[in-house]
């Protein structure tokens, strides 16, 4: 039973470690089955009830009995169509990305 427990904490922990990622899953951790969890704790250790969401960095984060969840809210280079002469830019201070041109980043591209 401790070698699942050391399992599961890894790979926590491999989830967290690939934040680049568009989404990832956090499995709900018991430790002690007679004081079970009250809700999920975020990435900065604080805790979340059950049945909550909420935003930071850009994530958009939710909390279940079987874990927390979080999902950028802005697109990635491999979800987007982008063509070669274009890249994708992304403002982290407004969580938005446009798709502009590589020899000229103030011009938009037009969709394939």
Known sequence: MASLHVFVCLLGLVVLSHSD??????????KDPANPPKGCLDMDGKL???????????????CAS??????RNFPDADTVDVPE??????NKATCTAK??????????CNPL
């Open 21 to 30: 990622n568009s989404c990832f899953f956090k499995e709900l951790e018991v």
């Open 48 to 62: 979340h009830d059950f049945g909550s969401k909420w935003e930071r960095d850009c994530m958009a984060c939710s």
């Open 66 to 71: 079987d874990g927390l969840s979080c999902c």
């Open 85 to 90: 002469e274009c890249e994708l830019v992304i």
């Open 99 to 108: 798709v502009v041109l590589k020899s000229d980043k103030t011009k938009e």
